[in-house]
């Protein structure tokens, strides 16, 4: 929000279950007065809002899930890397440009993992003290906006 400064209601949304595939058992799934929601960020015309002109405007403060992009990394019962895929789930042009190492993808990996749990967390805390709650007021809960007196 900072980078952009744009309100959290302008960088995401709420996203209908028919809009989210493959992510049905999620733990990310919000309840809201309006029913389950996924948040995630917006789009524009069908991509990243922050996509202009084939390049990324906030590249330096993207997410770490952005900065992940296109790997996703499974470990054997060591905790070694088994194996590094591509991911295809959403179109990147410049998912793979410039070098990476793979211990800089382990550990962007790791991080991501790390604010996944974090959030996944606050969602259930929500989901069971706020199970009727707007998206604002879930919004004021992550403490990204001033909570409104009624």
């Not at 996203?15 to 595939?21: E, L, N, S, T, Y």
């Not at 992510?23 to 948040?39: D, N, T, V």
């Not at 790997?71 to 295809?88: P, Y």
């Not at 993992?113 to 992550?142: C, I, R, S």
């Amino acid at each position: 929000m900072k980078a952009t400064k744009q309100e959290a209601g302008e960088v995401v949304r709420f996203f209908f279950p028919d809009d989210v595939k493959g992510e049905r058992r999620s733990p990310a799934w919000i309840k809201l007065r309006q029913g389950r929601r996924f948040m995630g960020l917006r789009k524009t015309r069908g991509h990243c809002r922050y996509l202009e002109e084939g390049r990324c405007r906030i590249y330096p403060h993207r997410p770490v899930t952005c900065r992940l992009y296109p790997f996703n990394m499974f470990f054997d019962d060591d905790g070694e890397v088994e194996s590094l895929e591509i991911n295809d789930a959403v179109k990147c042009e410049y998912a793979l440009g410039g070098n990476v190492s793979l211990e800089e993808i382990k550990a962007l990996y790791f991080r991501d993992e790390e604010q996944d749990a974090a959030y996944f967390a606050k969602v259930k805390k929500w989901n069971a003290m706020h199970p009727k709650g707007t998206a604002n007021e879930f919004l004021a809960f992550l403490g990204l906006v001033k909570e409104r007196k009624k």
